[in-house]
């Protein structure tokens, strides 16, 4: 399976932005779906996952703010940020694991100017 972000871009401290990753195949069996990102010069971090029965989790810092969700008739999980802060300024990626395997996607850039 192949997973594609979208969505990234710039966007005023106090806006929104909603991401969406969209998948090559069905996602009715995946485990799992998440969103990480990556500050420049940090490690990659957890930002939000949801379950295949629709659990959800957050980091700390997306609490509040950001929200995910999936439409498995798309094949598709979102992550809908607001109140973007400049240290937001990330590359976000979304991730799957089913079965055994763990599928990355490429990432999209996330700037939030202040």
């Known amino acids: 399976v192949q997973l594609q972000a979208s969505g990234g871009g710039l966007v005023q401290a106090g806006g929104s932005r909603r991401l969406s990753c969209a998948a090559s195949r069905s996602i009715d069996n995946f485990r799992d779906m998440g969103w990480y990102r990556q500050i420049l010069g940090k490690q990659r971090e957890l930002v939000a996952t949801?379950?295949?029965?629709?659990?959800?989790d957050y980091a700390a810092f997306a609490k509040g703010r950001f929200t995910i969700s999936r439409d498995n008739a798309k094949s598709t999980i979102y992550l809908q940020m607001d109140s973007l802060k400049p240290e937001d300024t990330a590359v976000y990626y979304c991730n799957a694991n089913y079965l055994f395997t763990t599928v990355w996607g490429q990432g999209t850039q996330v700037t939030v100017s202040s």
């Open positions: 949801i379950m295949n029965g629709g659990a959800t």
